[in-house]
């Protein structure tokens, strides 16, 4: 009975150290392939304005003026949610709010502190994910100033920008996109001044 009694207990503590410290995707890694179909179907959106009683979105649009592709949804409730949608829906990118901001889709994503930086949990499927503490040392969200007048707000990795993030140019344009030590990588939408959407594609250097 003691015997039972240990292996319950030890297999009782295993799961909740996997639960909290266990390795756990900060969003879902969308496999490449899936990710060029994506882009295939809306290349040819064209940009625009859409208002609902959720807010206001500027990105890409059908010609029935549903909202299907890249852009940017202005709420008062989740702050600017930058990425990708489908049919009206968020399927990927950044929730900016005042005071923190969420990276992933709506099931799964990691939340992270915009005062300090710091990531605070993963959600994913309604449950509640914590950090280990020295998760913070390596992962963050920051504001990175260039001395060309260009901005960085986004996920990094020691320092670095990796991960999802914005990047802002000093005339005014943009970029949200996915990057690797520095470098953007995969697919992203360059969204200018004058009102229009270009999505582009950056190799990583292992392709």
Same mark, same amino acid.
């Given at each position: ?6 292996? +319950? ?57 549903? +909202? ?11 702050? +600017? ?82 991960? +999802? ?43």
């Amino acid at each position: 009975m003691r015997k039972i009694l240990f292996f +319950v207990l030890c297999a009782l503590c295993t799961t909740a150290l996997h639960a909290q410290f266990g390795r756990l995707d900060k969003y879902p890694q969308i496999p490449g392939q899936y990710d060029a179909a994506f882009v295939d179907y809306v290349k040819d959106f064209a940009s625009g304005v859409a208002k609902s009683s959720y807010g206001q979105y500027f990105g890409q649009i059908t010609k029935e003026r549903n +909202v299907y592709g890249f852009g940017a949804y202005y709420t008062d409730t989740d702050g +600017v949610i930058y990425g990708q949608y489908r049919l009206g829906n968020f399927l990927f990118g950044i929730k900016m709010g005042t005071q923190t901001a969420k990276v992933g889709s709506n099931e799964h994503y990691i939340c992270y502190d915009l005062t300090t930086g710091d990531p605070l949990y993963i959600m994913k499927d309604g449950d509640k994910y914590a950090l280990p503490a020295d998760y913070g040392k390596t992962y963050r969200f920051e504001s990175l100033a260039y001395q060309n007048g260009d901005k960085y707000v986004g996920e990094t990795v020691n320092g670095k920008r990796e991960g +999802v993030g914005l990047y802002y140019y000093n005339n005014g344009n943009y970029y949200y996109g996915k990057y690797k030590n520095n470098d953007r990588q995969g697919f992203g939408a360059m969204f200018y001044t004058n009102n229009t959407i270009t999505i582009q594609y950056w190799k990583s250097e292992d392709e």
